[in-house]
């Protein structure tokens, strides 16, 4: 079992960044693809940026550009790098991680067997 913990998170006016954090316990990290979702109050549940364990990333194309994720084996955290943000990233994000060794789509819900509580984000105008 991969408990996942995320830090983080807060409010900031618009322009401003974040960076998000995610530890995750366990011994199969390195080999984990690592994702952040994020959901809105009324809206579905969005895709933001994965990586896997091969260190592909990828990332959702309202944050291309603006957001980083990365990940440090050793801390057994991923990190999710918002900058430029928006009113409209204001959202519950949550971390998720992978089964070991698991090669699913890095956008798909469905990869993901583990999730964080969730951090809020909230962007002011």
């Known amino acids: 079992q991969v408990q996942l913990v995320e830090s983080g998170g807060g409010l900031v006016q618009a322009g401003g960044s974040l960076r998000l954090s995610c530890a995750a316990s366990g011994r199969t990290f390195s080999s984990t693809t690592m994702c952040w979702f994020r959901q809105a109050p009324g809206k579905e549940r969005e895709f933001v940026a994965a990586?896997?364990?091969?260190?592909?990333?990828g990332y959702g194309d309202s944050v291309k550009g603006r957001f980083t994720i990365s990940r440090d084996n050793a801390k057994n955290t991923v990190y999710l790098q918002m900058n430029s943000l928006k009113p409209e990233d204001t959202a519950v994000y949550y971390c998720?991680?992978?089964?070991?060794?698991?090669?699913?789509?890095?956008?798909?819900?469905?990869?993901?067997?583990?999730w964080g509580q969730g951090t809020q984000v909230t962007v002011s105008s």
């Open positions: 990586i896997h364990w091969t260190d592909i990333t």
């Open positions: 998720t991680a992978s089964r070991e060794w698991n090669s699913g789509s890095l956008n798909s819900q469905r990869t993901y067997a583990y």
